[in-house]
């Protein structure tokens, strides 16, 4: 058998770029420090951790995928937005959480969002890996994006279509569980 061969069906070569990274208050990680060198848009952004835990989109994908269906800010428009709940995201990180605490969401261009963690819940806020049944692109909405649906909720609901949105961070990164 061809070496490429053999390496496409050992799990630890085939595992994908990192597309997601949880850091903070986590039991463990499946990744070391930040790596000045090697991290260099979360270096830029002043990201900090000893240890984190990273999920490329196969990891993602394999958590339980939810849908909402919020209309956007960008078109006016109702999409069909899946992922899996950011509140499963960080069980599986091993996210250690209290009634305190708040979730700081890094975009790649910088955004950041803050949201106390109940609020993710009671949101149903989700890690939407695809828009409308295809992978979210990245150079458009994604390839993740943290998200709920805010016409779900009258208090959303009645704002303007522009504001429903400031807590999802699209191009999200990083959470750093504070």
């Known amino acids: 058998m061809p070496v490429l061969a053999q390496a496409s069906r050992d799990p630890v070569n085939s595992r994908g770029p990192a597309l997601l990274t949880v850091s903070g208050h ?7 420090p930040l790596d000045p060198a ?57 996210a250690q959480t209290n009634e305190t605490t708040r979730l700081l969401l890094r975009a790649i ?13 009671r949101f149903r806020f989700i890690v939407a890996t695809h828009l409308d049944g295809q992978p979210i692109p990245l150079g ?23 504001e429903r949105f400031a807590l999802c961070p699209w191009g999200l990164y990083h959470v750093e569980v504070q």
């Not at 993602?60 to 069909?80: F, G, W």
């Not at 261009?109 to 819940?121: F, M, N, R």
């Open 140 to 162: 458009g909405l994604g390839p993740l994006w943290a998200v709920y649906e805010p016409d779900a909720f009258p208090e959303m609901a009645s704002k303007p279509a522009s």
């Open 109 to 121: 261009d910088g955004y950041t969002a803050l949201v106390p963690l109940a609020e993710v819940d």
């Open 26 to 32: 986590i039991a463990a990680g499946n990744r070391g």
């Open 38 to 94: 090697l991290d260099q848009l979360m270096k830029k952004q002043g990201v900090e951790f000893t240890r984190a835990y990273s999920f490329d989109f196969a990891a993602l994908s394999a958590l339980p995928a939810t849908a909402i269906a919020p209309t956007l800010e960008y078109d006016n428009r109702q999409h069909r937005l899946t992922g899996p709940l950011l509140s499963r995201v960080l069980r599986a990180a091993g």
